[in-house]
C-alpha cells in the first residue's frame, strides 16, 4: 500500500505539471491510466484547504469548532464531487457517451486543482488583506488583479472539464454542450442549496 | 527497432481513431486553429482572455468590480 502511495505520488506530481504545460497529452493519458490512488492527493490538498478555511472562519482557535467546519466542508465537497462525476456519467451516457466512470472520476478529481488552487489564494489574501475594498487607485488595481488571476483560474478550471467530457466519454463539441447544458442546471441548484445551507457561497465544484 | 517503431505508430494510431473526428462546418478551421492553441502551455492565452474580459467589465461597471470582489474574496 506505501509503495502504491509513493507510486502514485510520483504519478500525481507528473500530472499536475502535465496539466500546466501540456494539458491535452496529459488529460489522455490521465483519463485513460490514471489510477484513484492519484485522487488521494487532490484530497489532501482540499483537507489542508478546508482546515485553514476554517481557521480563517472561526477566527479563534476552538479545535472542536474548527474540526467540525472542516468535516462539515469536507463531506460536502466529496458528496459534490461524488454527484458531479454520477450526473456526468449518467446524462453522457443518454448522450452515447463511451467512457468508463473510473475515466471521469480521476479526470474531474484533477479538474479539482484549479478550484483548491483558487480557494487557497483566496482565504490567503482574506487573511493578508481582508475586505471590503475600496474604490481607491489600489483598491480598484487589486480588484483588476484578483478578477484577472481568478479568470484564469477558471479558464485553467473550464479547459481540464472540457477534456474530461472530451476523453472521459469520447463526445464531440455538440454533445459536450448538450451536457452542460444538463448538467449545468443540476449542479447550479445543487449550488445554491449548498449556499442557502452556508456551507459554500462560491460553489466548490 | 521496427517493432518499436511500429508500436510506437500503432498507439498514435488507436488515440487518434479513439476520438471522433471534431467538425463543426464552416467554423471547423477556427476550432482546430484555437484548440492547437490550448494543447501546449496554454498560460499566455488564459492570462490575455482574461485580461480582456476584466478589462470588458471595468470597462461596462467601473469601480463596481471592488464590490464584486468584495464578494468573492468573502466566497471562500
Known amino acids: 500500500m506505501l509503495d502504491q502511495l509513493i507510486m502514485s505520488g510520483i504519478a500525481f506530481g507528473r500530472t499536475t505539471i502535465g496539466l500546466v504545460v501540456r494539458p491535452y497529452e496529459t488529460y489522455r493519458k490521465v483519463v485513460g491510466k490514471g489510477g484513484a490512488w492519484e485522487l488521494v492527493y487532490v484530497a489532501a490538498l482540499a483537507i489542508v484547504y478546508f482546515s485553514l478555511a476554517s481557521l480563517v472562519k472561526v477566527a479563534a482557535f476552538r479545535p472542536f469548532l474548527l474540526s467540525k467546519h472542516a468535516v462539515v466542508l469536507a463531506v460536502a465537497a466529496l458528496v459534490t464531487y461524488m454527484l458531479v462525476v454520477c450526473v456526468v456519467w449518467l446524462v453522457g451516457k443518454q448522450f452515447g457517451g463511451k467512457g468508463t466512470m473510473k475515466g471521469i472520476a480521476v479526470g474531474w478529481g484533477y479538474t479539482m486543482l484549479p478550484t483548491v488552487c483558487w480557494f487557497f489564494m483566496t482565504s490567503l489574501l482574506y487573511i493578508l488583506l481582508p475586505p471590503p475594498r475600496t474604490a481607491s487607485i489600489a483598491g480598484t488595481g487589486f480588484s483588476v488583479l484578483f478578477l484577472v488571476v481568478s479568470t484564469t483560474l477558471f479558464f485553467w478550471k473550464l479547459t481540464l472539464g472540457y477534456l474530461t467530457l472530451r476523453f472521459g466519454l469520447k463526445l464531440d463539441l455538440w454533445r459536450i454542450l448538450a451536457v452542460v447544458g444538463v448538467v449545468g442546471p443540476v449542479m447550479g441548484v445543487w449550488s445554491w442549496g449548498m449556499y442557502r445551507l452556508g456551507i459554500f457561497r462560491v460553489p466548490f465544484l | ?76
Open chain 2, 1 to 76: 527497432m521496427k517493432d518499436v517503431t511500429y508500436k510506437k505508430f500503432l498507439t498514435r494510431w488507436e488515440q487518434v481513431v479513439d476520438l471522433p473526428p471534431q467538425t463543426l462546418g464552416p467554423f471547423t478551421p477556427v476550432y482546430k486553429s484555437f484548440i492547437r492553441r490550448l494543447k501546449v502551455m496554454p498560460w499566455p492565452y488564459f492570462v490575455l482572455s482574461a485580461a480582456a474580459c476584466v478589462l470588458i467589465l471595468y470597462f461596462l461597471i467601473g469601480s463596481t468590480i471592488t464590490l464584486l470582489v468584495t464578494l468573492l474574496q468573502r466566497g471562500f
